[in-house]
């Protein structure tokens, strides 16, 4: 399933650095997230859209920004990496309007390491 | 507050055996819960929620709202099964419709 893409998929990186996880949708949602995976912690929300317009602040946004370029684009920015922020970072869609209800579809993740 | 807890990290059950995976929330409103699966090497995807009552590969959750609990529940575990098993909350009030997620629960089935 392509549907949901994220790149890059591994990255490592250098404390100070600023990086950009890129997201891409070709499933014409207008909702679109990012995520955080640390082991034991499960899933926790950084930012979230819901449209192009429309950017909000999730559970742990401090240290990151996002850009919603189009509907189909959603990237995640850190400013200025920090090893604390060494996570698999996971972006998803939803469509509440399609009657898919609640239902995210994500991407595979990107894995970030930051020394 | 706004809560999913899944007291488990770690199930380990033989092949054959029925597996339950615990789910406990919080939430004051009427939540809507799913399950999400994460096999090896593949993406976080749906495996069911509450509001479609339906059984899939086996799995079957039902909302408890007296014990506020959505357990997962399968009597006779497989192989394939093994893999990384979260519980979400949304509530049907809040229109930003945010999933809340448990720190999740590795399905282990040994043969």
């Known amino acids: 399933d392509a549907d949901v893409t994220q790149t890059p998929r591994n990255r490592i990186t250098k404390t100070g650095k600023r990086i950009m996880l890129e997201c891409s949708q070709t499933?014409?949602?207008?909702?679109m997230y990012w995520y955080r995976q640390d082991p034991g912690l499960g899933l926790r929300l950084i930012y979230y859209?819901?449209?192009?317009?429309?950017?909000n602040k999730g559970e742990i946004s401090d240290g990151y920004s996002v850009s919603r370029q189009a509907q189909a684009k959603f990237s995640l920015s850190l400013e200025s990496a920090i090893p604390n922020q060494t996570a698999l970072y996971f972006c998803?869609?939803?469509?509440?309007?399609?009657?898919?209800?609640?239902?995210?579809?994500f991407g595979p993740g990107t894995r970030l390491t930051v020394l | 507050a706004q809560r999913v807890t899944q007291p488990e990290k770690l199930l380990s059950v033989f092949k054959g055996a029925p597996v339950e995976l615990k789910c406990n929330y919080s939430?004051?409103?009427?939540?809507?819960l799913f399950w999400y699966v994460q096999y090896s090497r593949q993406r976080l995807q749906l495996l069911l929620r509450?509001?479609?009552?339906?059984s899939i590969k086996g799995f079957t959750a039902d909302l408890n709202k007296g014990e506020t609990s959505f357990h997962l529940k399968k009597p006779f575990a497989q192989e394939e099964d093994s893999a990384m098993y979260y519980c979400?909350?949304?509530?049907?009030?809040?229109?930003?419709?945010?999933?809340?997620w448990g720190a999740g629960t590795k399905l282990i089935i040994k043969p």
């Open positions: 998803a869609t939803s469509d509440l309007a399609a009657g898919e209800g609640n239902e995210q579809f």
């Open positions: 499933k014409g949602h207008d909702r």
């Open positions: 859209s819901f449209d192009v317009k429309d950017i």
């Open positions: 939430y004051s409103g009427s939540p809507e």
């Open positions: 509450h509001i479609s009552r339906e």
């Open positions: 979400a909350l949304s509530g049907l009030e809040d229109s930003n419709y945010q999933l809340i």
